[in-house]
């Protein structure tokens, strides 16, 4: 039976006081493209750190193809391939050396898979990587994890530093590699809409542990926002009422509603129903002139994201 390339099992982490999950339990499956999301400081980055090991959670469990993930086999560890947080690379090597060092560890080493990607540069094979820039080492660092053909790739934030271009050409080059289905992909990024042309699934992750997963398609169909002009709102209290919410109270004044968000002149409810359904709502807390105030909004990946999550 083939193991699940990364399973969360009831785990538990905290900082001091400061609770990151209390029971998340998740699943990535082979040959999917998960883009992990969040808030800053929810947690995305710990997260990645106690999938490969280098921190130990206080309770539940992970595991990497079956090994407990603080206790990885170097055969598991060689299906990884990891870029944590910014494209690191051993400066003090050329093009040519770095390669040769990074294939000692990799039964699977594509050689050309990694020039293929870096003679784009049209550098010498001899240029050192410390003379490079940071989009030029990223194709360095991108070159060497597609050589291992790992079947895991974590990608912590691989935009970072890089301008459109050279994300445009990260994100191709691991499209067109990862086709045939069988890797397993979890990446983050600050750049939203770059997931919009690559990921299959996206995963919320909120502190305290609490997660949402669906397909992108599905996410991007079904999720809304809609505008009310604030003049619309019949009462003082029904204005207090999305106020508050919008600044975070525990419920909103319409259940289907998940989040919204207080602008000058409307406010924006973001929702998994239907314009008419949110109009019920609006009208059953009596909005009665909610029908003609009320219009939807077309959204990109990044405003839905916003959405979801919230500006603050």
Known sequence: MTEIPVSIT???HSYGST???????????????????????????????ILMGFLKPKG???????????AITPATRARVGLLFE?????????????ERFMSRFYSRWKRERYYE???????????????????????VVLGLILAQDPELLILDDYSMGLDAGYRRLFVDYLREHLKDGRH?????????????????????LRRGGETYTTSLEAFSRNFHCVRLAKDSLATESLREAFSCAANGAS??????????????????????????DVLQGLERLGVPSASTALCEVPMDLEDAFVGYTGRY
């Open 184 to 204: 397993t992909v979890i990446l983050t990024s600050h750049v939203i809409q770059d997931m919009n042309r690559f990921v299959d699934d996206v995963v919320f």
């Open 10 to 12: 009831h785990l538990f």
């Open 60 to 70: 539940g469990e992970c595991r990497i193809f079956g090994d407990p993930a603080n």
């Open 251 to 276: 419920s909103l004044p319409i259940p289907s509603i998940v989040n919204i968000e207080e602008h000058r002149e409307y406010f924006e409810l973001f929702s998994f129903q239907a314009k008419e």
């Open 117 to 139: 990607l870096v003679d784009i540069l049209g550098l010498p094979r001899t240029h050192k990587i410390a003379w490079m820039s940071e989009g030029q080492r990223s194709q």
């Open 19 to 49: 609770v990151l999950y209390s029971d998340l339990t998740l699943s990535f499956e082979e040959g999917r493209i998960y883009g992990l999301l969040g808030k800053n400081g929810v947690g995305k980055t710990t997260l990645i750190k």
């Open 86 to 98: 910014r494209h690191l690379a051993y400066n003090f090597f050329s093009i040519e050396q770095v």
